[in-house]
Nanobody, 125 residues
Framework: QVQLVESGGGLVQPGGSLSLSCAAS????????MGWYRQAPGKERELVAS???????NYADSVKGRSAISRDNAKNTVYLQMNSLTPEDTATYYC???????????????????WGQGTQVTVSS
């Protein structure tokens, strides 16, 4: 059982910045990757960024260069810093996590089966 709780959402003006936090608790055994998804009305949920326990990060093209994902393993917390925000960034942001395991010498990743309740980000003047 894994619980994810997001915080840090709110109202920000275009061009502004914000930082989201996701605190993980429960059975974190083999939790390797944590990520941020977002979903806006009328659109599919999309991956914003992800990060492994080793610090390897990936970003969606829409946020690459103006976002930074990081994690504090000691606190079991992942962060998403977003800059130069636009109204198109308005969405509900979800924290997600997945487990991984070795099969032979290959590391296999499970699905993002754990989700937080989401935090609303609104970019508007």
């Amino acid at each position: 059982q894994v619980q994810l709780v997001e915080s840090g959402g709110g109202l920000v003006q275009p061009g502004g910045s914000l930082s989201l936090s996701c605190a993980a608790s429960g059975n974190l055994f083999s939790i390797d990757t944590m990520g941020w998804y977002r979903q806006a009305p009328g659109k599919e949920r999309e991956l914003v960024a992800s990060i492994t326990t080793g610090g390897t990060a990936n970003y969606a093209d829409s946020v690459k260069g103006r976002s930074a994902i990081s994690r504090d393993n000691a606190k079991n917390t992942v962060y998403l810093q977003m800059n130069s925000l636009t109204p198109e960034d308005t969405a509900t942001y979800y924290c997600a996590a997945r487990r991984s395991k070795f099969s032979g010498c290959t590391l296999l990743h499970g699905p993002y089966g754990y989700w937080g309740q989401g935090t609303q980000v609104t970019v508007s003047s």
